[in-house]
């Protein structure tokens, strides 16, 4: 943050949030005690603000200063980062201007994203051409196979995983039929059969090889794997539900969204996992429980009735203007270290290739299942976060078919970190963060134990006289 009594030119940044947070010019400038014209002239850089009316701004609408003193996408910069390090672009783009490009047209920035896009795309049809030893067929269906989820994560990343519509409308069903008083399952188990006509039944694993649900119109009937735990089963029928009672709804978010044919029914699959999640865990009952229990996950699994990937990603939905919660990140990683799901609420740098950095200990979780980890990590450009690592089994474990076992790990800006249970007792100013980076492939830094690959935009040096901590040696400039 800037030193008291500076002055910081951040006209884009201010008008992108006070968008984001469907403010007026005059209403902002309400809630901040000064005239409307003056928020128009912070917002054409016609006037700084001041250190002091920043640390106001942040106290009214909930956010660390840092987020829009160093920039509020910061996911989206990384990635254009990791962009123009490519060699195509032929010279080495300042990070000051990097920063300028993202604050002063997002759209501008995203669109660069799509151009380079295609252009992989383009390159590696080409080199499967060159190469005879290439599998051409099986890289492009990946490449389009992996389109559709990127388009889903990126629509959800711009919204802050917050759908607000859906989350109302969650919470005024959760208030109409008692959630927080009965048993959830039987609760909806009831709201399926009466107003639908349908019966919920578990169904041994014989009668559903290899799934874990199935619906069946014709016979009016859910049909659950007994595999299934109890916050799964939940889940399912809220899911149903959801797909039944509000599928205008949910069209309505998926026709707001840019989605190609491909992407289209995993957006409104996942609009509907939304919903079911903001059924079960209502958005006011579920922050006031987080933020009386200072984000204690496990107790909000045994209030809640949910698992903790569940309560995990619930937790980084809660971006309600009038009601913030913490704004988390989430990762899913196997032991392989592939990331299977990730979303944020807040500005975690994640990459869209390749898997998670081997220092970030989430992947110590499947040494010590049971522990819940904690670290603080810095990346590169000096963010610094309070990260929180579990692991936990997926649905239908039996002898002859073990469950997958997975690390779920949590996390947000160190400012945060007061507000959790996990970080009590922390001194931020006393702790050595561990270096991390996105992967191998973005990371610059020298001299690192753990790094599989040279960085993409870096020489590979090598010599016979010198061995050094890495196999792969690069040259810094």
């Known amino acids: 943050m800037a030193p008291r009594g500076a002055k910081i030119v951040i006209g884009a940044k201010?008008?992108?949030?006070?968008?984001?947070?469907?403010?007026?010019?005059?209403?902002?400038a309400q809630d901040l005690d000064v005239s409307p014209s003056y928020i128009t002239l912070i917002e054409a850089n016609q006037r700084p603000i001041s250190a002091r009316l920043l640390v106001k701004l942040a106290q009214i609408y909930d956010f660390s200063p840092g987020d829009i003193d160093s920039g509020i996408d910061?996911?989206?910069?990384?990635?254009?980062?990791?962009?123009?390090?490519?060699?195509?672009?032929?010279?080495?783009?300042?990070?000051?201007?990097?920063?300028?490009?993202?604050?002063?047209?997002?759209?501008?920035?995203r669109g660069l994203l799509a151009l380079y896009g295609r252009y992989r795309d383009l390159a590696m049809a080409a080199s499967a051409d060159d190469t005879p030893f290439a599998d051409r067929e099986k890289a492009e269906l990946l490449e389009q196979t992996a389109r559709p989820v990127e388009d889903v994560r990126e629509h959800f990343h711009?919204?802050?995983?917050?759908?607000?519509?859906?989350?109302?409308?969650?919470?005024?069903?959760?208030?109409?039929?008692?959630i927080a008083r009965n048993e959830p399952q039987i609760l909806l188990s009831e709201r399926l059969k009466s107003k639908?006509?349908?019966?919920?039944?578990?169904?041994?694993?014989?009668?559903?090889p290899g799934q874990l649900r199935l619906f069946d119109p014709h016979r009016k009937c859910l049909n659950l794997s007994e595999r299934l735990d109890?916050?799964?089963?939940r889940f399912q029928i809220a899911l149903t539900l959801a797909k039944l009672e509000y599928a205008d709804a949910i069209e309505d978010e998926v026709s707001q969204g840019e989605f190609t044919d491909e992407a289209r029914p995993l957006a409104r699959e996942s609009f509907a996992s939304y919903f079911a999640a903001a059924l079960l865990m209502p958005y006011g009952r579920f922050l006031n429980a987080a933020e009386n229990e200072h984000y204690d996950i496990q107790l909000l699994c045994q209030r809640f009735g949910a698992s903790y990937e569940q309560v995990a990603h619930r937790l980084t939905t809660l971006q309600r203007p009038s009601a913030r919660g913490v704004p988390f990140f989430f990762v899913r990683v196997d032991q392989a270290g592939n990331v299977s799901k990730r979303f944020s609420a807040g500005r975690f740098h994640f990459s869209r290739f390749g898997g998670s950095c081997p220092l970030w200990n989430i992947h110590d979780c499947f040494d010590a299942p049971d522990r819940v980890h904690t670290q603080v990590i810095e990346m590169p450009d000096g963010t610094t976060y309070f990260s929180i690592a579990k692991s936990e089994l997926r649905h239908g474990a039996t002898f002859s078919a073990p469950a997958a076992r997975l690390a779920i790990g949590l996390g947000c800006d160190i400012a945060y970190a007061p507000r959790l249970i996990y970080a009590k007792g922390l001194i931020p100013d006393q702790i050595k963060p561990a270096h991390i980076g996105v992967n191998c492939y973005l990371c610059e830094r020298q001299s690192c134990a753990s790094r599989a690959y040279p960085p993409l935009n870096k020489a590979f040096a090598f010599s016979d006289r010198i061995r050094g901590i890495s196999s792969f040696s690069f040259d810094p400039d």
């Open 14 to 28: 201010l008008k992108r949030l006070r968008r984001s947070l469907n403010l007026t010019q005059a209403q902002m």
């Open 74 to 109: 910061l996911q989206l910069q990384s990635e254009i980062a990791a962009v123009v390090k490519d060699p195509v672009f032929g010279q080495t783009v300042p990070r000051a201007e990097l920063e300028e490009v993202v604050g002063a047209s997002p759209a501008l920035a």
């Open 158 to 178: 711009a919204r802050s995983n917050y759908v607000a519509n859906l989350d109302s409308i969650a919470e005024d069903l959760a208030a109409e039929i008692g």
């Open 196 to 208: 639908y006509g349908y019966d919920v039944r578990i169904r041994t694993q014989d009668f559903l």
């Open 230 to 233: 109890q916050p799964g089963r």
